[in-house]
Nanobody, 134 residues
Framework: QVTLVESGGGSVQAGGSLRLSCAFS????????IGWFRQAPGQEREGVAV???????????DSVKGRFTISQDNVSQDKSMVYLQMDNLNAEDTAMYYC????????????????????????WGQGTQVTVSS
């Protein structure tokens, strides 16, 4: 059983900041990474950031490098909080943001913490809307 619940979305002016939270809990699944994805109207879902849970390795889309930071806080053995700090937001960041969990790359300790594709993740949250006005 895997549950992901996003929160923290909202409306902000360009240049502003938001912090998204993903409450993650699981009891039976093998999970080695949690990713943040976003989807704007009429666009494909794209990866934003990923954190590999056993190594804390991270990776980011080029469009958000230097502006977004992903981090995790292990609350208990089965529960974690994963955050996406978003700074210097611009209108192109407007989208529905989702967190997702899964076992990607075939290793608990991947040597290359790549940014996975959305179709590599099995478990998804319901999303939280981020709107940036210019």
């Amino acid at each position: 059983q895997v549950t992901l619940v996003e929160s923290g979305g909202g409306s902000v002016q360009a240049g502003g900041s938001l912090r998204l939270s993903c409450a993650f809990s699981q009891t039976t699944a093998n999970i080695n990474s949690i990713g943040w994805f976003r989807q704007a109207p009429g666009q494909e879902r794209e990866g934003v950031a990923v954190i590999y849970t056993h190594t804390a390795s991270t990776n980011y889309a080029d469009s958000v490098k230097g502006r977004f930071t992903i981090s995790q806080d292990n609350v208990s053995q089965d529960k974690s909080m994963v955050y996406l700090q978003m700074d210097n937001l611009n209108a192109e960041d407007t989208a529905m943001y989702y967190c997702a969990a899964g076992f990607v790359g075939g290793s608990w300790f991947p040597s290359v913490p790549r940014l996975p594709n959305p179709n590599e993740y099995k478990y998804w949250g319901q999303g939280t809307q981020v709107t940036v006005s210019s």
